[in-house]
């Protein structure tokens, strides 16, 4: 892009949102690197608008450039809380491309009591929707460990899980709308939040999930869930990962509906808590190779719920697939027990770098895929450490793997992360699972998608890409590689 063509479409950019709103200057790391630190770019601008028609014209400005010049490589990367573990919401460091930040996009719109949902725009806190959900007496189930800063924008352009898809089901299962900034700079306006309609292609299915590469998401109407009477936690240590799955299936059983919770976490893993967090107390974790962590939501009673989780306790020690467990007494103790669980990656991060893997298996291989794949890396890699822990609930694993005691971690990443990484892909893949379950494939993945996924299958989506996207303005090297 030429010095004049690039501060004729910043000029723009400053018309549009404002002088405050165009940063090109000073520290942009904030919206420049990744949250792992693992890329640092250099953006043409960050462009922060205040609503829905300053993004449109953003994005019109931009795509207008392009077809002007189609050779100056402008491009957009739509970005909300910047939490992403996949490198798909930061610039590159062309110079070329516009960060354009949601975080101003952050109103609730509308609560509809009647209705059982709440629309709000795409710059919201996760947590922030939450308190206001139940403020007004509802529960939005959504949650996960970066709640407190990640956005509901990004929630959908990922297609976030986190604990409670259990019960409550990923991003994509809560949303009932959309509304829509297309590539071109048109608003799509599908926020009518109803249950049915079938009146042609589900648009809003085609923007989840698919990290802000065919359109940016500007706000979105969610379900709401009346709140429970009660909720309870509690902790089991378990012999194995069979046990942890024959755990699963009495809870099912005793449960039904009120299973919210079922996260599981390896010995190394609370290892690290415990090592890096002494403030915190991890139940169990010496005494067994794998503890879970489960929570019990109910809509008639504590003493109810109590009585539910006690039985079901009582016939997992029977059936010897538990060996110890703990209940929360009150929310204090529950909060706790989540906080051990919520720590993991953070304690991980103060062992050394380390290489993240975020994958589902079917629930019933996941046993045999663990042991398969710890034996694969302990043969390749003597003293491997393997930080696994997730959300057994619905199949999803974050298995991960730490450099040997006294080997270099930078080294260890650098040397070693495509031998690891096809090690754990290609059992994912002989397991009949998915190499990316709920982070997303961002730029970090995306290589690994033309081995993984079918032909047809990336064959359609290149075609949905051209035909929302045809001059690949949105988001361009993540999801999908170039034809």
Aim: aromatic content about 4%.
């Amino acid at each position: 892009m030429t010095p004049l063509a690039m501060n004729a479409l910043l000029n723009e950019m400053t018309a549009i949102v404002g002088s405050a709103h165009v940063l090109t200057q000073g520290d942009l790391s904030a919206w420049t690197q990744d949250w792992r630190k693992r890329s640092q770019g250099k953006p043409l601008a960050v462009v922060r608008p205040a609503n829905t028609n300053e993004v449109a014209r953003v994005v019109k400005a931009c795509a207008a450039h392009r077809l002007a010049q189609p050779h100056s490589g402008i491009s957009i990367v739509p970005q909300g809380g910047n939490t992403g573990l996949v490198v798909g919401s930061t610039p590159d460091d062309s110079g070329q491309q516009m960060v354009l930040s949601l975080q101003r996009l952050n109103a609730v719109r509308q609560i509809d009591p009647a209705n059982l949902t709440l629309t709000a725009e795409a710059g919201c806190i996760l947590q922030t929707l939450q308190e206001r959900a139940h403020e007004a007496g509802f529960l939005f189930p959504l949650s996960l460990a970066a709640e407190g800063s990640c956005t509901l924008g990004g929630n959908l352009g990922t297609n976030a899980g986190g604990t409670q898809v259990v019960r409550w089901g990923n991003a994509r299962e809560l949303c009932l709308g959309l509304e829509v900034v297309t590539a071109q700079g048109d608003i799509w306006n599908g926020l009518s939040g109803l249950r049915k309609d079938n009146t042609g292609y589900d648009l809003r299915h085609l923007y989840i999930g698919s990290e802000g590469t065919l359109g940016i998401i500007t706000a979105a109407t969610m379900k709401l869930s009346p709140l429970p009477a009660a909720q309870l936690t509690a902790w089991a240590a378990v012999p194995s990962m069979d046990a942890a799955v024959a755990l699963l299936g009495l809870a099912h059983r005793h449960l039904g509906a009120g299973l919210t919770g079922f996260e599981v976490m390896g010995q190394f893993a609370l290892e690290l808590v415990n090592r890096h967090f002494k403030q915190l107390r991890v139940p169990l974790w010496q005494t067994a190779p794998f503890c879970v962590l489960l929570e019990n939501s109910d809509h008639e009673s504590e003493a109810h719920a109590r009585a539910r989780f006690e039985a079901l306790l009582e016939a997992a020690l029977e059936a010897g697939c538990v060996t110890d467990a703990v209940v929360a007494e009150n929310l204090t103790q529950a909060q706790a027990l989540w906080q051990v669980r919520e720590s993991i990656p953070l304690a991980q991060a103060e062992e050394g770098l380390n290489i993240k893997h975020d994958i589902s298996v079917p629930i019933s291989r996941i046993p045999a895929f663990v042991q398969a794949t710890d034996a694969l890396l302990a043969a390749a890699i003597p003293g491997v450490r393997l930080v696994n822990f997730g959300h057994l609930g619905d199949g999803n694993l974050h298995y991960n793997v730490q450099a040997p005691l006294g080997v270099d971690a930078a080294v260890f990443l650098r040397e070693r992360e495509p031998e690891v990484n096809r090690i754990v892909f290609d059992s994912v893949a002989a397991f009949g699972g998915s190499i990316s379950a709920e982070h997303g494939v961002g730029s970090l993945k995306v290589a690994h998608l033309t081995h993984y996924k079918s032909p047809v299958a990336l064959s359609l989506m290149r075609a949905i890409k051209q035909a929302l996207d045809p001059q690949n303005l949105m988001n361009p090297g993540r999801v999908l590689t170039p034809r």
